[in-house]
Structures are given as C-alpha cells and as structure tokens.
C-alpha cells in the first residue's frame, strides 16, 4: 500500500517503526548507544527516508548555578544524520537540580542506497564539569516512558 502526500507527487512506500521503554544511563561526553533503531530496506536509490524519534531526556547537574547540557543523536549505518542539542537551567527546576524534558527529532534523510539502513538514537553530556548525568527513558515512578522511532520511504524524484 502506498499514500500520496497531496499537491507533491510523492509516495510513502513502507514504514517501519520500533519502539523500546529501556532506559539509558550516561555521565559520558561521548556518544552511546540507547536501545532504540529501527531497520529499513528502501524500495529505490532516489527514496528519502523520513525519520522520526520521540522520547524523553532525564538531565542531572552535581553544582549549584548550572545547566544541565544534553545531546541526542541520530544515526544512520555509524554514521551521524542529525542532532539536537538540549539546555535547561536545572537548579531552577521544579524538582531541584534535575529536568525531564521530551524530546522530538524529524529528519529528511537522502541516503541514496538499497541497501538495509539501521537508524539509531544515541545521547551524550555536552559538558561533564560537575557529575553530570542524563537519562534517556528515565522512569521516575510516575510514568513508562516509552521511545520511538519512525522510519517513512518517502519515493523520490
């Protein structure tokens, strides 16, 4: 089955979605692996694969006074395809030096294969000065918080 998105001509040609409520836990400046991907085999070597990652990002700073600095990745076969960088004043949040914020991420990839393509999340501290942590999927008791990632064939042109 296919869709096509009105007035452009293109087709969604498959989707595939994959979703995880494991938790991640890191206080690295460098990016690691969560528990979210998904694989998608695209139709053409001229399809975009619209990709799409929801969840949630638990943030800790150790100091009085600083922010909590955050970044989610996406990646596709190792290779980084978008990120987003996140920053709240944790010591004023409502819970102390902590912040749970969501998080949202939509990128239009063009990776021109048809070959298997695994898109992953990744996350890392921007900066680790004060025993930092953050979490992504933190489950504080009040809520499962679940991670999804979308992946649309989107026919080329």
Known sequence: MSVSLYGSG????????????????????SFVDTALSATITPLSTTSKILVMVQGNIWMFTGASGYNCYAVINAVRNGTQVTAQS???????????????????????????TTSALTYKVQIKLAINNYSNQITFLRNDNSAN?????????????
């Open 10 to 29: 293109n087709t969604i040609l498959q989707v595939v979605q994959a979703t995880t409520t494991t938790s991640t836990n890191t206080n690295s400046t």
């Open 86 to 112: 996140l920053s709240e004043d944790c010591q004023n949040a409502p819970n102390g030096p902590t912040m749970n914020m969501p998080v949202s991420i939509t990128y239009l990839d063009s990776p021109a």
């Open 145 to 157: 918080p679940i991670g999804t990632i979308t992946l649309l064939e989107v026919s080329g042109s």
